[in-house]
């Protein structure tokens, strides 16, 4: 219902501010003019207040949730040895299934070529670019440059130097590895110390749970500021602007194919892995995953998400703590299938564009940046722009002279990047989950969406 009335105030948002216009104005500034209009209106300031305090209120958990909740999973696994061979599964599946994921994407937006217009000419060559100069350079700036070898630092952020700064700025995966060790090592000391540790971590967890529980309650609301907010700008920006008119069928068939692919995995590929290899019941596993779906979907951020993921994991679906609380956290952050895939085929797409015609070497090369880069990105909206401009500049370095600017076309991914960053995280987290759900199975938990209510 949430979604549906944010939706709704937002569409009636961006209608009367496109109807504020002036006659006659040039479609690129109309655009602008109308989501200053929106974003100037005391309506969308209470509702973007409400929606960031929504985010705010989650992203307030997400420490406390993350470290307590791996130090008390990995002390239980330590207790009965099983880590490396849990830690071992869980990379197992997120690897695999992001492949996959990547793999439909590829097929996809090869066979349909959404980026090469009538004679097979991309749709961008010879074009005037300047249109998207701004909203390049504002990615460009986030990118600062990176190149694949940079992105790889998020590994060498594994291991954060200072703890509070990692903790400080929200650096997951760093705070991760931290937990893992501390959960590790505490169960291999003394028992007298560690009863008592453990005994505090597990309060700081429960309390941590009862926040979460009223945050979520609160969850509606939040979700209404959310959607009013991002529609109500998303219509005013685009309704009015037309530079995009001469492309419009290109990117809206790489819109199309983008959601069809993410939507294959979604309901096709998962499900499978739930019902073939988890044995489990996927309708109930969508049931129990709802709320955090839709979370994911009016946040556009997986890391936000998080503890309402957690939650529904645990507490609707059944999977231990001391699953859910390894696997899910680290999923936050490396298993990212639906990004994955979107950054292969919004690449291809941008190469198609300016009619680069792709190696298979050149595609392959895509398909591993990819997904490693899937890995680094941070759960946050518009987190994959700054991914596909590092696969961008790599194919760049195998293009030979003159090639065109691949990087300039990333305008074109701008149009529809929010609603199909919903789409994706989304995909996402439900990744995640069905992660933890068949890695429970395969430890042997039995009330794993039994349809009876978990203890
Ligand atoms: N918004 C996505 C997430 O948080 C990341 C991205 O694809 O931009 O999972």
Redesign the pocket.
């Known amino acids: 219902l949430g979604l549906m009335i944010g939706a709704a105030i937002g569409y009636v948002m961006g209608i009367f501010a496109v109807a504020g216009i002036p006659d006659g104005m040039e479609p690129g500034k109309a655009g602008v003019l109308a989501a200053e209009i929106v974003t100037d209106s005391s309506a969308y300031l209470l509702l973007d207040l409400l929606g960031d305090m929504f985010i705010r209120g989650l992203k307030l958990i997400i420490v406390p949730l993350v470290t307590t909740s791996i130090v008390l999973s990995i002390v239980n696994i330590g207790a009965q040895k099983g880590f490396g061979r849990l830690g071992g599964k869980t990379l197992l599946y997120y690897l695999s299934t992001s492949l996959i994921s990547i793999l439909i994407g590829l097929t996809l937006v090869n066979i349909f070529a959404p980026g090469s217009g009538a004679g097979g000419k991309g749709i961008l060559e010879g074009r005037d670019l300047s249109a998207f100069a701004s909203d390049q350079a504002t990615v460009q700036s986030k990118a600062g440059g990176k190149t694949a070898g940079d992105f790889l630092n998020v590994f060498r952020e594994m291991v954060p130097p200072n703890v509070v700064k990692a903790a400080a700025e929200g650096q997951l995966l760093g705070l991760i590895i931290v937990s893992l060790l501390v959960g590790y090592f505490l169960s291999r000391i003394n028992t007298d110390l560690q009863t008592v540790i453990v005994r505090l971590v597990e309060g700081i967890y429960q309390v941590t749970l009862k926040i979460t529980h009223l945050v979520l309650r609160l969850a509606p609301i939040g979700v209404v500021g959310l959607l009013a907010a991002t529609i109500s700008q998303q219509y005013a920006k685009l309704a009015p602007d037309q530079r995009f008119d001469q492309f419009i069928t290109g990117i809206a068939t790489f819109a199309g194919i983008a959601f069809a692919a993410l939507m294959i995995h979604l309901f096709m590929v998962l499900p499978l892995i739930l019902l073939l290899l988890a044995k489990v019941n996927p309708v109930r596993h969508y049931r129990a995953m709802a709320p955090a779906l839709m979370t994911a979907f009016s946040t ?4 936000a998400t998080l503890p309402v993921t957690m939650e529904c994991v645990e507490k609707r679906a059944g999977v231990s703590n001391k699953t859910a609380g390894f696997v899910l956290p680290l999923g936050a952050t490396v298993n ?1 299938d ?2 994955a895939l ?1 950054e292969c085929v919004a690449a291809i797409f941008i190469c198609q564009a300016f009619g680069v015609e792709l190696t298979m070497a050149q595609q392959f090369m895509i398909v591993i940046t990819a997904l490693l880069t899937s890995v680094g ?1 941070a ?6 722009l700054v991914a596909i401009i590092v696969i961008l500049n790599a194919v760049q370095n195998q293009l030979a002279a003159p090639a065109p600017m691949l990087v300039a076309g990333l305008g074109l991914l701008f149009v529809f990047d929010r609603p199909l ?1 919903m789409c ?2 989304a995909v ?1 987290i439900f990744s995640d989950s069905c992660g933890a759900v068949l890695i429970a199975r395969s430890e042997g938990e039995a009330n794993v969406l039994t349809g009876e209510a978990p203890a």
Not at 300 to 303: P, T
Not at 379 to 384: D, F, H, K, T
């Open positions: 556009a951020s997986s890391s990212m639906g990004t979107y990105v759960g946050v909206p518009a987190a994959s960053d994706r995280t996402n």
